[in-house]
Structure formats: C-alpha cells, structure tokens
C-alpha cells in the first residue's frame, strides 16, 4: 500500500493537474474518446467489411455496465451500417479475462473490460496509478486524468508496447468496497482474512502489504468460494457485490471506498489494425456514448443494491474520519 501511494504521489506530480472541485459522478462529453487515442486515418479506406467482435466480462446482466453494452452494441450497429456487430458474453461466459486477454494478443477479434492494475502488467507500469488506494478524492479529479494528454500518451505506449488498444475508460465501475463473514473497520482487521481480490500482481500484493490473504479469483468463482469457506471476503463497488448475490453468504460491508474504479475497455491492437479507420472511430466513440448510459445508472443503481443489502440483514460500516487515515496511510 505504501508503496502505491508513493507511486500516486509521483504520478500526481509528474502530471502538474489541478485538482477540481466537487464529488459528483459527471464524466466528460462523449464528442471526443474519453481515455483514449484514436490513430489517424492517413489515406481513404476501401469500403468496410462485416466483422463480429466477441465482448465478454464479468459484470451480471443486472448490472450498469451489462446494460449499457446492449446500447454499445445497438448504436455500433446503428453508426457502422451494419459492417460492425457486437456478440455480448455478460457473466465471464466467454471466459475468464486474463484468458480473453491472451486470445486478443493472439489477434483474435475479442474485447473485454480490465483496469489499470491489470493493464500495469503488460509494459506500462503507469496504468498502476489508477489502482492507487485514495488516488482521487473524487470522481472529477479521476475525469480530469483521464482526458490529459499524459493518459493519452499512456493507451499509445499500451498499443505500441504491450499490443493493447484501449477504447474506451469514461464507465464508472465504482467505487470499491469490502464485503465480509466478519466486521472491518481498519486495515488491522484484514489480518489472516482470505481476500479476494482480481486476479493481477498490483491487486494481490496491495492487500497482502496490508495482512490479508489475498486470493486473485474471477468473480464468476466467488459466490462458491465464500459459501464453501475457501475465500472469507470480496472487494468490489456495491452494486456489482449485490447483483452477484454476495451479501447471501457475507453479511459484513466495510464502506471504505478505496478505489474510485473505471471500466477500461480493450481489445488487441493486432485486430484492431485490421479495422477501418471509420471501423476504429465509431467503435470507440460509441464506447464512450454506452458509457454515459453506464454513469447515468450508476448512483440510482448503488442505491438500490445498498438499500437491498440493509434489508437483507448486511451491517454496513461507514468510515470515520480516523478510520479512513488509517486505510490511506497504514
């Protein structure tokens, strides 16, 4: 942990940004790729052939981001004239992403939905900062990130280093908490707990630093993790926790918020190559269209999933003050 916050403070530095005021959910206009660099067109392309793209995730139907990949998929339909088709796998049924990410740097037509933990893995170690515990006080802050040319810089170093294209980072994830078999205040009472965290270096060892046992699991595995006693807790924003039913088998949320998260969508720079540049446009533009819908759900969404939890019977902890000294600085 201390070690991602001295990269935080770093990165912060390096990037001479202004901090904005305000806490609300608001995200960039969708004119223009938020999170993103779309290569330039050099000469008129040949008219475009169909292509089927395969988006697999893990998000539940239920859930803001599922929902707003069905509007993704219909407005690339809509915009490409049908030359672009979207096959949407909610639910990790395509597979798990670690999987899905080596089959889109093989070239294969795949996109799939990571986070800056798990792109710091493939030769740009800057994406870690967006992991960083408490890197952003709020959501603007991340937003006015996310549309500098320092992150702009970042996507084209990930295409041309580690074969990745990311489309699109304006969808809201959410913002992370800990679900649990037993009450958690401070980073004291991880100690010993079977954590599940996602499956990358930066997750695991982040909570490791902090006593945790942490366990990198896909989140299709966790609900017969945690009933069956393998795993004793999960980090995840509220809504996706409750939407995978979670709060049936850990009755203890610690709303610390350590992460303000981001959806990163991504597919093969390989494949990508192989689209049009008009392809390549309104895939990524669309994206982040999608991505408005995903925001506007959000708040209503969080709402109703803690509301849900309360009735369920899950005792949900709000930090204090001092409580949340003692996650930012252990």
Known sequence: MKKLLSLTLALAMSLSLAACGGGNTSTPAASKPAGSSTPAASTPSTPAAAVTINVGYENAVTEPAAQACEKWKALVAEKSNGT?????????????????????????????????????????????????????????????????????????????????????????????????????????????????????????????????????MDMGDVYQAMSGGTIDAVENPISSLYNRSFHEVAKYLCKNEHILATSMWICGESFFSTLTPEQQQILMECADEAGLMNNDLYDEITATAEQGMKDAGVTIYELTDADKQAWMTP
């Open 84 to 216: 672009i088709n979207l096959e949407l796998f909610p639910n990790s049924t395509l597979g798990k992403k670690n999987d899905l990410i080596d089959q889109m740097l093989m070239g294969e037509n795949v996109i799939t939905v990571a986070d800056g933990a798990f792109l710091a893995e493939y030769g740009v170690k800057d994406f870690g900062f967006f992991y960083s515990p408490y890197a952003f006080d709020s959501w603007d802050e991340l937003w006015k990130v996310l549309d500098s040319d320092w992150y702009s810089d970042l996507c084209d170093q990930l295409a041309a280093t580690g074969g990745i294209r990311v489309l699109s980072s304006n969808w809201i994830y959410g913002a992370r908490d800990i679900l649990s078999i037993k009450p958690i205040h401070t980073p004291a009472d991880l100690a010993g707990l079977k954590l599940r965290v996602s499956s990358n270096d930066l997750s695991i060892t982040s909570f490791t630093d902090l006593g945790a046992t942490s366990v990198g």
